[in-house]
T-cell receptor, first 111, second 115 residues
Framework: GQQLNQSPQSMFIQEGEDVSMNCTSS?????WLWYKQDPGEGPVLLIA?????ELTSNGRLTAQFGITRKDSFLNISASIPSDVGIYFC???????????FGTGTRLKVLA | EAGVAQSPRYKIIEKRQSVAFWCNPI?????LYWYQQILGQGPKLLIQ????????DSQLPKDRFSAERLKGVDSTLKIQPAKLEDSAVYLC?????????????FGPGTRLTVL
């Protein structure tokens, strides 16, 4: 099935650094979601975006809905060890309730 | 508030055997989803229920997979017979409704290994 492309696939950063990741699609989406998944757990919603150009923050996390409606970005500022996990984007297109998930970005934070 | 419950957490079977997974959604949530997450990939929707009716099962391999949500609460997902490529984590999620602002809450998943 169709999946969104996320980059980078994985990243290792030092504690305190900022992180950026993005998600791209060949299709236009009306809604973008960003999830975090810890090992052995289900994904947990971090941020939801509903309008092109929208910029939304949740603590140290900031996400943006790209103006082309084909991409989205997630930034984490001042990373801490508990930011370790896999970050997934998910998009919802027109005329469907179904979300398509990205391939994930695996983040590791070195103390 | 209790989260989405799933059982078992782990299951190992041989190919051609049958297996069933159980999900108890958050109380009051009308919409229930089953996802398949293959190692290294994002979750893929298998089936979506609204109360006890199927909304979308377009990606459910119906020759071997079946799901039901009797009485619009608990749900079971069955695989019969299992294939090697069915090895994955099966995630259940629920939401209040199908609106775009209705957050999906995921359970911890059942990790299936088919030998």
């Amino acid at each position: 099935g169709q999946q969104l492309n996320q980059s980078p696939q994985s990243m290792f950063i030092q504690e305190g650094e900022d992180v950026s990741m993005n998600c791209t699609s060949s299709s236009i989406f009306n809604t973008w979601l960003w999830y975090k998944q810890d090992p052995g757990e289900g994904p947990v919603l971090l941020i939801a975006l509903y309008k092109a150009g929208e910029l939304t923050s949740n603590g140290r996390l900031t996400a943006q809905f790209g103006i082309t409606r084909k991409d989205s970005f997630l930034n984490i500022s001042a990373s801490i060890p508990s930011d370790v996990g896999i970050y997934f984007c998910a998009g919802q297109g027109s005329g469907t309730y179904k979300y398509i998930f990205g391939t994930g970005t695996r983040l590791k934070v070195l103390a | 508030e209790a989260g989405v419950a799933q059982s078992p957490r782990y299951k190992i079977i041989e190919k051609r055997q049958s297996v069933a997974f159980w999900c108890n959604p958050i109380s009051g949530h009308a919409t229930l989803y089953w996802y398949q997450q293959i190692l290294g990939q994002g979750p893929k929707l298998l089936i979506q229920f609204q109360n006890n009716g199927v909304v979308d099962d377009s990606q459910l391999p119906k020759d071997r997979f079946s799901a039901e949500r009797l009485k619009g609460v608990d749900s079971t997902l069955k695989i019969q017979p299992a294939k090697l490529e069915d090895s994955a984590v099966y995630l259940c999620a629920s939401s209040l409704g199908r609106g775009i602002t209705d957050t999906q809450y995921f359970g911890p998943g059942t990790r299936l290994t088919v030998l």
